[in-house]
């Protein structure tokens, strides 16, 4: 059943599962192509898999190149041998969510009624837990009856908190990293400005902008902007640039006057070259509508009720956009259904991502964390 | 020499100066128009008047509906007979900024060297210094020696900063409220995400959309969300919104499933109405120039050196855009000049926009401060 896609600019390694995948919204997905990528040796057992769940724009090349944008491995600090989560004792497994775009069914992918289109905007709204049944899709197909553990941050945390709630038999343990149970008002706001940027740029023509050979490259820019500044904290933003004035700055209302204005406009510029708009809709919508409580009456102990799944929690102090406050309220619900849980605040001035970057006592939490869950699982 | 300005939609009350403004840049308006208003009566010895400075996006209609857009006068719960800043008492003076769109020289006024065009983004960069020095010519045309206090919130707050830095013989009392010393770099970047979603409108036409008879709406409309999401709390935001589903919500990706998603294009729309797009230019970068120590070695408390003026700092503990720290590095430097200054973190959960809300306790405090300046200064 492996294939790969059929994308004239690059080969994802990718399975297609013929059967689809019904929604929470209630439509059906005609056909349903996961992309991946593994790292490490399943053993015999098939006992030592992890899967990395990835953030808004992260993708499945969590420990090497990706081919597409050539862009280093998003968790090579993290993911790799000798690593935290060490791909010589571990079986790595990372997908391209649903609705993204670098392989996985997504609004890039052929339209299931219209062919030679692609979705386009008509791609059906999916949600975290949309993305969480199609990763187990893929699990299942490997035949891996227990995940020995899920691992992600921010967005990848928010569905590593879904696999717990619905699958808690198939996850040994979980950690969710700079996440929260819900997506906050502020949060979705910000997602807000993105989404408004995006369909105020002529060039996104309604969303059909493959039919007139352009990209939303403005809007997208301007989206990425405001999710960025949302990622690093007033200190991490200071430090890099402060109020420093680039070498040939003249006074212009519209010039590069700080060093910061340039900055945030490269990493916009960087972000359009390799991101699809829709998918960008599509995979912000996701994460406004996750409320994990919503599922269970608005009881979030609930979604955990009973669970035997081993917890890590991890925030940082600086994270302003998913703070310590929303990962102590889940570690409050896992508490109350005396589930097994450990709750790590870092301290790091780097903001929401920090989980990203180098922090020696994240990484030695997490490496720690495993190790302990390897003794009680049999693994080592 | 008072007359009013010559836009057809409506005449703002106004006085020109011919002999015009030497900016910061180095460049020279041939022309300056101030637009103010004012409210109560100046006494005798002329010894009674605040200055009130208004912030981004304010305007001189401080204390009345603003005969242009409609709307209520923005600090009419701060400004009025029996408010905290009485007009029954003071005789109450505002202006709109230089650089502004509601009547003073700015980008949408002719053009010293092109007859029957606008500036648009010729109009020189000004500095909140500049905007300052516009207000003193007002002020001496009053013929008012010594302003009674300045007062004023957000960039209105950095405008008092700076005009008890440079005149300080000029100003008895100072009241900047919810502002800073500097533009912090997270500020910029927020202020950069506004401009860029500007400049990417097609109906931006490089600043000279007069030209084509249109308005850079869309663009506009995100920097006033961006903007909008700044000035509030997260809990303000929660409280008024939460996640909060619409009536007639469908999921769709780009559809208005949260009601913060509609308020916020409400705001946005409601703002391109009454805002030149040039001007909103012109004022965020005077903002993001703003830095008083830069003008005094680097060494702040070296701006009040000697001063006499005496200070109210009033900050609020959930706004995260003018933090309290900053409000306090200010009481910090005017400490170290042995000046008289009270300052006050009021608690509340509103965000920045507190300063324009409802506060009774801000209001006690302030009235309370003019209060025992006004004895001091024998007006009682």
Known sequence: ???????????????????????DCGRHLGSLTIAYRTYGTLNPAKSNAILICHALTGDQYVAETNPETGKPGWWEQVVGPGRPVDTEKFFVICTNVLGGCMGTTGPRSQHDEHAGQPWGTDFPPVTINDMVRAQKRFIDHLEIG????VVGGSMGGMQVL??????PARVFA????????????????????????IAADP????GRYWEHGVTPERGLAVARMTAH????????LTRKFGRKLQDTAQISALGDRFEVESYLQYQG???????????????????????????????????FAGTKTRFLLVSFDSDWLFPTEQSRAIARALNHVAANVSFVEIK????????????????RTLRGFLAGCAEHAGLS
């Open 203 to 206: 060039d996104f023509w309604a």
């Open 174 to 197: 979980a950690v969710p990293v700079a996440a929260a149970a819900y997506h906050s008002a502020q949060n979705i706001a910000f997602h807000e400005i993105g989404r408004q940027a």
């Open 348 to 363: 790091s001035d780097k903001g929401h991502d920090a989980f990203l970057l180098d922090e020696p006592d994240f990484h």
């Open 162 to 167: 879904a696999w717990a709630a619905l699958y």
């Open 146 to 149: 227990r995940l020995f553990a």
């Open 1 to 23: 059943m492996d294939q790969t896609t059929a994308r004239p600019e690059t080969q994802h390694q990718s399975v297609t599962f013929a059967e689809g995948l019904t929604l």
């Open 269 to 303: 510029s960087s972000f359009v070259r390799r991101f699809d708009a829709n998918s960008y809709l599509t995979i912000t919508r996701a994460m406004d509508l996750f409320d994990l409580s919503a599922d269970y009456g608005g009881v979030l102990p609930s979604a």
């Open 229 to 236: 500044i949302t990622y690093v904290s007033e200190a991490a």
